[in-house]
């Protein structure tokens, strides 16, 4: 089949290179993606120029230009002859699951030194209960998902356990320890707004810089990203219950050893905000069936559901006042030396 400059012949990519022909076997294709060049608007018209993409094993880039039509056929033929192959830009978005609101991979989100994370590797979410068998399908053939770690306590285990998946190995990784109340509700969010009083959102950012702060919950995270570093093949899953805290936090932990700027990482954690919106309508549409839920309550609610900047701040904040800085914390409280972290960034980094 041809396409554009190039054609796919007996499971071969072929094109021409400095005059020199070139035969790259589609098994050898790690990631394979569309890229868009230029700009149309009724001020300014330039032509727009579609590119196929493609990485290799071995880190190589190539870039192809052919129609937009042309870059999906290719694609869809690079993948039945390469299933392991990534496809896609996600940039951070949310995967098309039909029972998981904010499950996303962190796939093409950019590092400070121009690499990308590869897609397909790493994956956030919310609470594994009730998985669709659709969802199980995808999250274990396209995603190939091999290891999930949950990040709640027990308690939230027993009343919401992980739909468990063949062939998926599971940890269990509390992030709080049993006797800690606040961030994960084990009360039930109920019995927790009836009984809270003051400044929701001072009390979130207290939580936030608890997971940086409290010595308990700086081990799990080492223990957290220890596994990452000696993830193999396949798709990780980490989650908690909403997949915006205790996720969050171990998010950003380990976009910051991946060298990612601090700008996408905040995008990153704010996107929740987006996914999650439905889940909190439902929430208040249930709490007042239950209860005579106050506007106070309703706020409350609001503000325990989303993500605000002055979390991820008080974050980085927490980290400044204790280690002096990032690299310091990553040394001092996540015991990852440099080599470790060159070691993490040469497995998920492309």
């Avoid at 230009?65 to 056929?73: K, L």
């Avoid at 033929?77 to 496809?87: D, R």
């Avoid at 908690?240 to 380990?254: E, Q, Y």
């Avoid at 706020?299 to 989303?306: A, C, G, K, P, T």
């Amino acid at each position: 089949m041809k396409y554009g400059k190039i054609r796919i012949e007996d499971g071969y990519l072929v094109f021409t290179k400095h005059m020199m022909m070139n035969s790259l076997p589609c098994k050898d294709i790690m990631w394979a993606y569309m890229r868009r060049e230029g700009m149309d608007s009724d001020a300014r018209k330039q032509l727009i120029v579609n590119y196929l993409v493609i990485v290799t094993r071995r880190k190589k880039r190539y870039k192809f230009d052919m129609t937009e039509r042309e870059v999906h056929d290719c694609i869809r033929l690079l993948k039945v002859l390469n299933p392991e192959m990534a496809v896609g830009f996600p940039k951070g978005g949310r995967l098309p699951l039909q029972s998981l609101p904010n499950t996303r991979d962190l796939g093409a989100l950019m590092t400070e030194d121009g690499r990308h994370i590869l897609p397909r590797r790493l994956l956030r979410s919310g609470e594994l209960y009730h998985v669709s068998l659709a969802d199980q399908e995808t999250l274990k053939e396209e995603y190939k998902l091999k290891k999930v770690i949950d990040l709640r306590t027990s308690a939230e285990r027993t009343g919401k356990p992980d739909t468990v998946m063949p062939g998926v190995e599971y940890y269990r990784l509390p992030i709080l320890d049993e006797e800690t109340v606040g961030i994960s509700h084990e009360g039930g969010l109920t019995e927790m707004l009836m009984n809270f009083s003051g400044n929701a959102e001072a009390y979130m950012e207290k939580q936030y810089e608890s997971l940086i702060r409290d010595k308990y919950s700086v081990k799990q995270y080492a223990r957290f990203l220890d596994i990452l570093l000696h993830h193999g093949d396949g798709a990780v899953l980490w989650h908690c219950s909403a997949g915006k805290d205790r996720v969050g936090v171990g998010t950003i932990l380990l976009l910051c050893v991946l060298g990612v700027p601090r700008e996408i990482i905040r995008e990153d954690f704010l996107r929740t905000n987006m996914y999650l919106e439905t889940e909190l309508q439902y929430m208040i549409r249930m709490l007042e069936a239950r209860m005579d839920l106050t506007a106070e309550m309703a706020e409350n609610i609001s503000i325990m559901f989303h993500v605000k900047e002055t979390y991820f701040d008080a974050v980085f904040r927490a980290i400044d006042q204790d280690y002096g800085s990032v690299d310091r914390f990553l040394r001092k409280a996540l015991y990852l030396t440099p080599k470790a972290i060159e070691d993490m960034q040469e497995k998920y980094l492309i």
